[in-house]
């Protein structure tokens, strides 16, 4: 399998990934993608773009998943009867049967979907964040000012609006419609900081407007189907963002932090991210990182800045950590390691 080129490595590693991430009816229907592509089908003209890329360009790009998340879409746009009978019974056997057709029949759809990178918006990761924006309102006691990069539809910004359980502790906002479990393990974090947020904004790329259907439906694309839970939760808290009028500003990452990113007196400045750092251009995480650190050297004990990220671990890709630097002092910490999804959270604290 090692001769075994990049692009079918890929789709059989996320296969696993899938399997041992609880969406058995992804790695199934995966596993079928994998055996059509070997046997020259529509799998390998769809995943045509990255077929000369190495296993890092696949990582990078995320092109199995790309693949799963247009079935899941072409059947959620119920402009495929049979395939959207078959994603409700939630029947990996069938979802394949119907996709065989439906992938021809529907083949440049699919196509311009796959072309469009990922856009995720996974809301529990909000439960892998919230120890890290406590630590900052602890260490500084002051209200928090929270700037996202790369939020995609801003569902991460509302993380104060929402009610967490975080092993024996709770945190947030009781009657909130969005509610947050995982499996904790650790020390609590500080849910007795004061946290007052006075500013929060966001950037993307390329935001995802919720109150356009197709573009709401995309975003819930990427959830995997038969993980019913995260539908339920993605869908409460895209009813709250649009009940509150969230908003994503488009714009670069780096140019956006540059302007409107800086310290203030009298509170805390948080710039925030989950899974983005692996889809820059090296160069660009470079020169992201040199900004960050130029703005950290402007704080000052009335001014802090915080760098919160859930990222994967540098020196292990497949491990997901959420790290904090806090400036004036500067100094980093790994507070946790992290489920890709907010699944669990192993939380080592300050």
Known sequence: ?????????????????CRSMGSALNATILERAAEDWREGGTVRDLMAPWADGNAQAQFDAASPLRLIAALHELAMSGAD????????????????????????????????????????????????????????????????????????AGLNLSWDRYSYRMGDAAWGDPASSVVMDTDWSGPQPAIGAEVL?????????????L???????????????????RLARIRAAIDLALARGVSVEQADAIDWTRTRVAPRAGAATVLYHSVFWQYMPAQS???????????????????????L???????NMLGMQVRLTLWPDGEERVLAEVHPHGAWVRWAGA
């Not at 075994?4 to 590693?13: K, M, T």
């Not at 065989?100 to 469009?116: E, K, V």
């Not at 602890?138 to 995609?152: M, N, V």
């Not at 995480?285 to 760098?307: N, V």
Request: glycine share 4%.
């Open 1 to 17: 399998m090692n001769d075994a080129p990049a692009v079918l490595q890929a789709i059989l590693f996320q296969s696993r990934a």
């Open 285 to 307: 995480q470079k020169e992201l990182a040199a900004l960050i650190a130029t703005i950290g050297g402007d704080a000052m004990p009335d001014a802090p800045f915080a760098w």
């Open 197 to 209: 947020v006075i500013e929060r904004a966001a950037c993307d790329r390329r935001p995802t407007d």
């Open 309 to 315: 990220r859930m990222e994967p671990n540098p020196e």
């Open 81 to 152: 009867p049979a395939l959207s009978a078959a994603y409700d019974a939630l029947d990996a056997e069938a979802i394949w049967t119907a996709a065989q057709p439906a992938m021809i029949r529907h083949f440049a759809r699919l196509a311009a979907f796959m072309g469009h990178e990922p856009q995720t918006n996974e809301v529990r990761r909000s439960i892998c964040l919230v120890g890290g924006f406590l630590e900052v309102a602890k260490a500084t006691g002051l209200p928090l000012r929270c700037f996202e990069i790369a939020a995609s």
């Open 211 to 229: 109150a356009d259907p197709d573009q709401r439906r995309r975003l819930l694309a990427y959830i995997w189907a038969d993980q019913t839970d």
